[in-house]
């Protein structure tokens, strides 16, 4: 299957997946946060033009 043993590499590549791993979570929250609110902000601008 997969060997996990990166015996005298470990210390640097399995960091390097964390980092990695924390970057890709973090800019996925970023992007859900961002559209929520820019889809509020749509429905504001439309709410607000209909009113007109």
Known sequence: ??????????????????????VLAGLCVRAVVSARYWKRELARLEAERARK
């Open 1 to 22: 299957m997969f060997d996990f043993d990166m015996s005298p590499y470990s210390a640097f590549i399995w960091p390097a997946w964390g980092v990695t791993a924390v």
